[in-house]
């Protein structure tokens, strides 16, 4: 089985997806950290982020791999591992404008269908039901209200010692929403097959039995 979920930032997407994975004994793949990988390099770099043509060409003279490294999925560029650079809110506004160009988004494609011909995977992102796994076994489109989702990243920072902006992290959510579903090319939406979890409120806990529940009337409605 495949199992694609999809939804906004801070929907809890990647907590929750790891999670079903383990407990599958699936393999997790995050396709934001290969848009952000991107935007990292782009950012390094100091290419112009207006210039598709510079951007696209920069993905497709370098290397985006995923790497399992003690239990956790690391992102490489070429032989650099940059997990642990590419959560900023720069690269963040940097991904969702890379990853709005038709010509990014085509290798992007490529790669991540490559990585889930495997089989057994748990793939999350924007437009994993809609484009990239279409023919996933399940769908699920992970929500929660813009408020909720702020939070939940603004506790993740002050957990970290930081002193964030709470109205600050919720603007710059708002704007990369608006961004991912108002682009062109395989904008963030809901498939039409995928079912809705509005997880406002929810623990992750609850989400994971809630999906997992999912996938078991999936596979008993194969059998
Ligand atoms: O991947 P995505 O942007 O959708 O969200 P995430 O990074 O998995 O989750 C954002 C934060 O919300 C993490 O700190 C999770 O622990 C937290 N979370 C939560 O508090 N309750 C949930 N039901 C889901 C996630
Ligand atoms: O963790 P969070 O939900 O904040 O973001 P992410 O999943 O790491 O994705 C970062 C950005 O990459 C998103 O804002 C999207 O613009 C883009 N993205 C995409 O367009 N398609 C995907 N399949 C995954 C990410």
Not at 14 to 20: G, I
Not at 138 to 152: D, M, N, P, Q
Request: proline residues 2%; negative net charge.
């Amino acid at each position: 089985m495949n199992i694609a979920i999809d939804g906004p930032a801070g929907a809890g997407k990647s907590t929750v997806a790891k999670k079903v994975a383990g407990a599958l004994e699936y393999v997790y793949i995050d396709t934001g950290s290969m848009y952000r990988a991107l935007a990292w390099a782009v950012h390094h770099h100091a290419l112009p982020i207006e210039n598709e043509a510079a951007v696209s060409q920069l993905l497709q003279d370098n290397v985006i791999h995923l790497r399992r490294v003690q239990g956790e999925q690391h992102v490489y560029w070429n032989d650099t591992d940059v997990t642990a650079w590419i959560r900023t809110s720069e690269v963040s506004q940097f991904a969702s404008i890379v990853a709005s160009y038709g010509a990014v988004r085509e290798q992007m494609l490529v790669l991540q269908r490559n990585l889930a011909t495997q089989g057994n995977v748990v793939m999350d992102g924007r437009d994993i039901g809609t484009h990239v796994l279409p023919d996933a076994d399940v769908k699920i489109f992970l929500t929660a209200s813009i408020r909720e989702r702020a939070e939940r990243r603004w506790k993740e920072l002050r957990e970290k010692g930081l002193d964030p902006d709470l109205s600050e992290m919720e603007k710059d959510i708002a704007e990369r929403d608006q961004r991912d579903m108002n682009r062109e090319v395989a904008p963030l939406r809901q498939a039409e097959d995928a079912v809705l979890v509005d997880t406002t409120g929810m623990t992750i806990d609850q989400v994971v039995d809630r999906i997992l529940e999912i996938c078991e009337r999936t596979g008993e409605s194969r059998q």
